[in-house]
């Protein structure tokens, strides 16, 4: 892996309160691959070909996917669910007390969970009950399919619509062991709102599974990439990056040991039938130093998405908070922007789209780069230039100029306000 080149300096005068930064900035890697590598040469992926894992997506694929899902997906009714539907209480996120979800309207309510889900812990699935589940994994009932393995709708004995995620060990690759052992360590302690939330796992033989939270409305990556009519508007893009601050926020707040999530970007994101966001994939995670002894952690292995790495990160190997910061700031400028963090087919200076997003915006000539399928409004031209002046403290090559997760997240609620106010 290369280090990072610093790409592009700039420099910009504060016009939303969010603090001014000057800085040089950004960074970019070739490809929209999922990395997995390590710093030797021999060391191997999990599937046994190259350090770098390609992502099951290729870069073309990726941009001619759109809301449409390549293969026929399962619908929402095919468990027939829609009479003993269940929806979370209506509060905002709360950093994870809630414990049990009952009966009652919420924009995060996930429709086809039943009033019987299960508690999220440490709950061990037993191979006849995912066979069932997934009707011995019918290929029509296949959602999916991702670095980790193919991803089944399934429903649980109680009713509970699930979705299943099965990688099938056939190398004996311990990396994908260890990798499993890391997602479900992590699922297992973590509730909140806007976060997948986890329903159990199953182990055996060959076989490593996981049970999650079924989100019905696809990724925020396809919709992004959806044509007219279902264009994600903007009051809906502040609500999901607000959705996502406050998950990452409490990931990086836990109780026990502050958790780096390590892949934020949008395809990890699923969306509600209400477009509001939980955050999935926490397959990369690894629990974070321990704050008060001052370490951080050293990990020789890079792993993340190209186009979202901490360049710092990158050239370190050394793994903060910061790190998923610096990926919500590229993900702060694919909701403004609506394009993928590496565009290959454009001409180069708008390849890097964060890159190209920020220099306009520094040049005062930001309104370019927003999505042109959004409305030119005052509200909205208002709101994109400060999310970009939180993005450009995001994306700052040194970890230290970034905000915390909390920061951000308090920023874009005051961007929502005044947004609100002003689009009336
Ligand atoms: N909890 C879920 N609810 C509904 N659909 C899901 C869920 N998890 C995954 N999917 C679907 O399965 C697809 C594959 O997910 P998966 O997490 O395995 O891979 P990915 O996110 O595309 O890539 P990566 O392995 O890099 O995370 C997703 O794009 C989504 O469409
Ligand atoms: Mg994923």
């Known amino acids: 892996m290369k280090s990072p080149n610093s790409l592009f300096s700039g420099r910009r005068r504060s016009s939303s309160g969010t603090g001014s930064i000057s800085s040089s900035y950004m960074t970019h890697s070739p490809s929209t691959s999922t990395y997995s590598s390590t710093t030797t040469s021999s060391n191997k992926s999990t599937s046994g070909q190259n350090p770098v894992k390609i992502a099951a997506k290729t870069v073309a694929e990726a941009f001619v996917s759109c809301f449409t899902p390549p293969e026929p997906k399962p619908s929402s009714n095919d468990f027939g669910d829609s009479s003993d539907s269940f929806k979370a209480p209506s509060v905002a996120s709360d ?5 049990r979800r009952s009966r009652g309207g919420s924009i995060y309510g996930s429709e086809n969970n039943s009033i ?3 508690e999220a812990g440490s709950v061990k699935f037993t191979m006849g009950e995912i066979y069932k589940a997934t009707r011995n994994f019918s290929p029509s009932l296949k959602i999916g399919q991702g670095g980790f393995g193919i991803v089944y709708k399934g429903r649980l004995e109680d009713g509970t619509v699930v979705a299943i995620k099965r990688a ?16 479900v360590r992590t699922l297992e302690k973590i509730e909140h709102l806007n976060l997948v939330k986890f329903y159990g796992y199953l182990e055996r033989g060959e076989e490593r599974i996981i049970v999650v939270e079924y989100v019905p409305n696809g990724t925020l990556r396809e919709h992004l990439d959806c044509g ?10 502040l609500d999901i990056g607000i959705d996502v601050g406050h998950a990452i926020t409490y990931l990086h707040m836990y109780t026990d040991h502050p958790i780096i999530h390590r892949d934020i970007k949008s395809s990890n994101i699923l969306l509600t039938e209400n477009l509001r966001a939980k955050v999935a994939d926490f397959g990369f995670a690894r629990l974070a130093a321990d704050t008060e002894s001052g370490a951080t952690h050293v990990s020789t292995q890079v ?31 694919e909701l403004v922007t609506g394009r993928r963090p590496i565009e290959p087919k454009r001409e180069i200076k708008e390849r890097i789209t964060a890159r190209w997003a920020m220099k306009k915006f520094t040049n005062g000539d930001a309104i370019l780069t927003l999505d042109p399928r959004l409305e030119r409004s005052a509200a909205n031209s208002l709101a994109m230039e400060k999310i970009y002046e939180l993005a450009l403290q995001c994306l700052a090559p040194h ?3 970034r905000p915390t997760m909390r920061k951000c997240a308090e ?7 005044d947004y609100r106010e002003l689009a009336g």
Do not use: C
């Not at 060990?169 to 890391?182: A, P």
């Open 303 to 333: 792993k993340g998405t190209a186009g979202y790495l901490d360049p710092e990160y990158l050239s370190t190997y050394q793994l903060t908070e910061k790190s998923d910061v610096y990926s919500f700031g590229v993900l702060l400028v």
């Open 399 to 401: 970890r230290h100029n």
């Open 411 to 417: 920023i874009l609620w005051s961007i929502r306000k």
């Open 95 to 99: 950093g994870g007390s809630e414990k």
């Open 116 to 118: 019987h889900a299960k």
């Open 228 to 237: 007219p009519g279902n264009v994600l508007d903007f009051a809906s893009r």
């Open 168 to 183: 099938k060990n056939t190398i004996h690759d311990k990396h994908l062991g260890v990798e499993f052992q890391s997602e």
